[in-house]
């Protein structure tokens, strides 16, 4: 029998397409952006900077909550508030901050941008970004980017991009994914498993057209299902598949699609740890995902990151940070549970 609270569980990550939120940072209680405004403003002035309370106060405050309290330093300070921080602050602190004074969506368009913009391309980013975000994200960074930019994100995205590589970035900024249905439609996930195996392994060569269509119109817990029902037609699971049949960015863009339908979370805790272990621990990646996330899946990446490593991500920080980046991050993860 299914317990009520896993039922309802279902029921809120299902209602409207909305992907359930597990946030670590949560609205300030007795919240005050004057008073927040005015510790801030002292802590910019006081000699060598007084970081610790700037990063209390900005992981502490969810991102409305701190544009209240810019709004209220410029007030008082008449002068306005990131510059301030600029200005104020260093290295990696002062990324993580200017990060937190954008909305997610305007930091994941930033993040773009900066991948796309320049001499050569940061695949990686883009494929992070582009390929673990749901619909609903896509279609708000899209808006954002050309707010921000004055620019379109598919050109940008095209203008950067070939090949089958750029198709499947394509067909994912154009949004065109379903949104997860209340019925299961058995024939149409077995019609999907058989037509991904139809086109790749069963095949010399690979029908890349069929994977992108299906990889990127179908809902995420339709593809879940997918993805389970291929393994009685493919002696390979779609992973391994993808690892057989293409190669480069393409793969790479499969391989996070496909472990994103699966559990999202758990591919966000293992980029995690593979940044932070690996020599010249990546940092960018680890601001990233720790700011992009705090408002909206950091929670349930910090619990896969527990049940896969045995070790908190929190440990892990504690471990390969140090000095005000260490304590900035430990601010947007929360206790341990």
Avoid at 10 to 25: D, K
Avoid at 200 to 218: F, N, Q, Y
Avoid at 330 to 337: D, N, Q, S, T, V
């Amino acid at each position: 029998k299914m317990m009520i609270s896993e039922f309802l569980g279902q029921l809120s990550i299902n209602v409207g397409g909305q992907e359930a939120r597990f946030p670590t940072v949560l609205p300030a209680t007795d919240f005050d952006p004057d008073r927040d405004a005015a510790r801030i403003e002292t802590a910019i002035k006081t000699k060598g900077v007084d970081e610790q309370t700037i990063i209390d106060v900005l992981t502490k405050r969810t991102y409305s909550q701190r544009r209240e309290v810019a709004f209220s330093y410029e007030r008082r300070a008449k002068k306005d508030m990131i510059t301030a921080l600029k200005g104020a602050l260093s290295g990696s602190l002062e990324t993580v901050a200017l990060g937190l004074m954008k909305s997610a969506t305007q930091f994941d368009a930033s993040e773009i941008r900066g991948s796309i913009k320049g001499l050569g391309t940061d695949e990686e980013t883009l494929i992070e970004i582009l390929c673990s975000r749901s619909n609903d994200e896509l279609v708000e960074i899209k808006k954002v980017y050309k707010e921000m930019f004055k620019k379109e994100l598919e050109k940008d995205v095209a203008g950067d991009t070939s090949g089958n590589f750029a198709k499947l970035l394509l067909a994912l900024v154009q949004t065109k994914r379903a949104d997860p249905s209340a019925m299961v439609d058995y024939e149409k996930i077995d019609q999907d498993a058989r037509a991904l195996y139809d086109a790749g392994v069963k095949i010399k060569g690979t029908d890349v057209a069929t994977w992108i269509s299906i990889m990127s119109e179908r809902s995420a817990p339709h593809l879940q299902k997918v993805f389970q029902r291929y393994k009685s037609y493919s002696p390979y699971d779609m992973q391994e598949s993808i690892m057989k049949e293409v190669k480069g960015d393409l793969q790479r863009s499969f391989l996070v699609l496909v472990q994103c339908f699966e559990n999202k979370q758990l591919f966000f805790a293992k980029r995690l740890n593979e940044a932070m272990k690996s020599k010249g621990a990546k940092e960018k990646i680890v601001t990233r995902i720790i700011v992009s996330r705090c408002e909206v899946d950091l929670k349930k990446i910090c619990s896969e990151y527990k049940a896969n490593f045995g070790q908190s991500l929190q440990q892990t920080i504690a471990e390969h940070t140090k000095g005000d980046y260490q304590k900035v991050l430990l601010g947007l993860c929360g206790a341990e549970e």
